[in-house]
């Protein structure tokens, strides 16, 4: 890729050869990040004037925030939403299911009660399993459903298993200190 033919106006599926889609081949994904960072990397354009020199950092940053936001299933989903128009309303509908509410509040309870490694390695390791099982919803909801209405909810639901996970972080560095 030349660094003229370069768009700062496509999406980010686009700008990476992928199809519009939850479900990602994230080896792909890679491999088209290295390919185009090193076209657009700005050491490549040291010996560019300095207007071309910015252009490129411009190029560099769109493929970096681009990789981040496409590796990352949560924030591919919120994308993929935004691309359809949908807003996933996180800050504004905290609106769930009592059980999924009440689920969360034993998750916090389990966390706060844990007082060794083994505990918040089960808790984690469970917290990963679920997160998976809302993943492959979501990838069922967007892609084969085309449901955004219910992929918008199951991305707030995610949201909340992020944040259970950040708890769980803590309670680790809590307990290593």
């Not at 660094?3 to 700062?8: A, E, I, K």
């Not at 970096?64 to 309303?89: C, H, I, W």
């Not at 199951?154 to 950040?166: P, Q, S, T, W, Y």
Request: aromatic share 6%.
């Amino acid at each position: 890729m030349q660094l003229s033919g370069f768009d700062l106006q496509q999406d980010h599926f686009r700008l990476f050869g992928l199809p519009r889609s939850f479900a990602i081949d994230a080896t792909q994904l890679d491999q088209h990040y290295r390919a185009l960072q090193a076209q657009v990397h700005p050491d490549k354009s040291a010996h560019l004037s300095e207007a071309e020199q910015r252009l490129a950092m411009q190029h560099s940053t769109q493929v970096n925030e681009a990789y981040q936001t496409l590796r990352k299933p949560l924030a591919r989903a919120r994308y993929l939403l935004s691309l359809q128009g949908v807003d996933t309303q996180e800050e504004t509908n905290t609106a769930m299911p009592l059980d999924f509410l009440m689920e969360q509040m034993e998750w916090r309870e389990a966390v706060a009660e844990a007082r060794d490694v083994e505990v918040l390695d089960e808790l984690e390791a469970r917290l990963h399993r679920e997160t998976r099982e809302l993943e492959t919803q979501l990838a069922g909801k967007i892609d084969a459903d085309k449901n955004y209405a219910d992929a918008a909810g199951l991305v707030r639901k995610l949201r909340f298993m992020e944040k259970l996970a950040e708890e769980i972080h803590s309670a680790y560095d809590e307990i290593d200190n």
